[in-house]
């Protein structure tokens, strides 16, 4: 950010790339999807005019986070003001009881499980990763991966057949 402030524009095109990086990650945690882009062209060009204002000797993140905060305030006043559309009196919607349901007793069974035992399973058999995928996300080896998954589902497999009320 000082070099951006002292004219350089390389660094300061490098300075917005990376800001932007950071900025969907934080609107898209908060917003909308179809609003992500907006509330980010918004916080840039907010950082843009307000670049001046920033003092070196203190860290950037809070600042940039700072603006990021009111222009993501600015994004829901505006949601709220927006019209909306009447909903149709017969539009079908699905039954997510079965889902639910599921999602919730998947979530019980898991929590039987040793910590590393759930979340190999859980990256590979429900969320669909690679053994590789699983271990770079979990910072566990392809093989400890492959274990904990048997072992997890050896105990599952054992817990459920103890449980009576099973359906």
Known sequence: MVAAQNGHGGAYRRLLAEMSDWLVRYFQRRLPPGEVDDAVQETLLAVHRRRHTYDPQSPLGPWLAAIAKRKWIDQLRSLGRRPTE??????????????????????????????????????????????????????????????????????????????Y???
């Open 86 to 163: 009447e909903l149709p009196e017969d539009l079908s919607i699905a039954d997510h009881e079965a889902s639910i349901v599921s999602a919730s007793v998947l979530a019980s069974l898991l929590e039987e499980l040793r910590p590393a035992q759930a979340q190999a399973i859980l990256l590979v058999k429900v969320q669909g990763y690679s053994i590789e995928e699983a271990s770079s996300q979990s910072g566990l080896s392809a093989s400890a991966i492959k274990m904990n998954i048997h072992r997890g589902l050896s105990r599952l497999t054992a817990f459920i057949e103890k449980t």
């Open 165 to 167: 009320d099973v359906e």
